[in-house]
Nanobody, 121 residues
Framework: QVQLVESGGGSVHPGGSLRLSCAASGFEFSKYWMYWVRQRPGNELEWVSRIAPRTDVTYYEDSVKGRFTISRDNVKNILYLQMNSLKSEDTAVYYC??????????????RGQGTKVTVSS
């Protein structure tokens, strides 16, 4: 079955960096759009970034552009999110997610259990 296991979360001061990883299994990782989504305290789930199946095409939510970088390793089946210049408003549970459709982007996804990121002084 599909498994998405996030790691790398933790507590960091404003301006700091974290690198999230997501180990994927149970599906052909290289054939799916992959996402990072987050849920900030008191807020709904929101999309952060996504990356195309086999190219370097990436998209970012406006508030993280220039600070976050999504990438993937289609050999190791791992999705990454490098987060730099972290702000308190980035505090959230971050989820790795896979599109429900193979190859094409649908905007609907299945997500993992999440990893918590806390940005605080």
């Amino acid at each position: 079955q599909v498994q998405l296991v996030e790691s790398g979360g933790g507590s960091v001061h404003p301006g700091g960096s974290l690198r999230l990883s997501c180990a994927a299994s149970g599906f052909e990782f290289s054939k799916y759009w992959m996402y990072w989504v987050r849920q900030r305290p008191g807020n709904e789930l929101e999309w952060v970034s996504r990356i195309a199946p086999r190219t370097d095409v990436t998209y970012y939510e406006d508030s993280v552009k220039g600070r976050f970088t999504i990438s993937r390793d289609n050999v190791k089946n791992i999705l990454y999110l490098q987060m730099n210049s972290l702000k308190s408003e980035d505090t959230a549970v971050y989820y790795c997610a896979k599109d429900l459709k193979e190859i094409r982007y649908s905007g609907s996804y299945y997500r993992g259990q999440g990893t918590k990121v806390t940005v605080s002084s």
